[in-house]
């Protein structure tokens, strides 16, 4: 049976292109021609994706804003002006004690929830 060589053949052709050169460089210190590029691209990477994700926050912020105490009571509808005093009072004024309870009017094919 014969005996296989460790390392492949490689013509003299071969032996002078970039990647012979590149292939025998590797082999001799392969954390110089592999990691150390592999982890420059991460750390540049995070370097430049900052700006993107800035922008996207930015964008956030523009459209979620704090509201002042008039706009809260104004959106969504055409809103009254709501005095605190009035309402108290309207509130203050209704009867709690005399209530009855009243069940929500279901839609069709809807289960009712009664035993």
């Known amino acids: 049976?014969?005996?296989?060589q460790a390392k492949k053949y490689r013509?003299?052709?071969d032996a002078g292109t970039f990647a012979a050169k590149y292939r025998a460089v590797m082999a001799k210190h392969p954390f110089l021609m592999f990691g150390l590029?592999?982890?420059s691209?991460?750390?540049a990477g995070s370097f430049v994706l900052t700006p993107a994700t800035a922008v996207r926050y930015e964008k956030h912020d523009r459209r979620v804003r704090q509201l002042t105490r008039e706009e809260e009571l104004g959106v969504g509808k055409a809103g009254r002006r709501v005095n605190m005093k009035d309402e108290y009072y309207r509130l203050a004024a209704k009867d709690l004690d005399n209530w009855e309870q009243k069940r929500v009017k279901r839609l069709p094919g809807e289960h009712d929830g009664v035993l």
């Open 37 to 39: 590029p592999f982890m």
């Open 41 to 43: 691209i991460i750390v």
């Open 11 to 13: 013509t003299a052709a």
């Open 1 to 4: 049976m014969a005996i296989f």
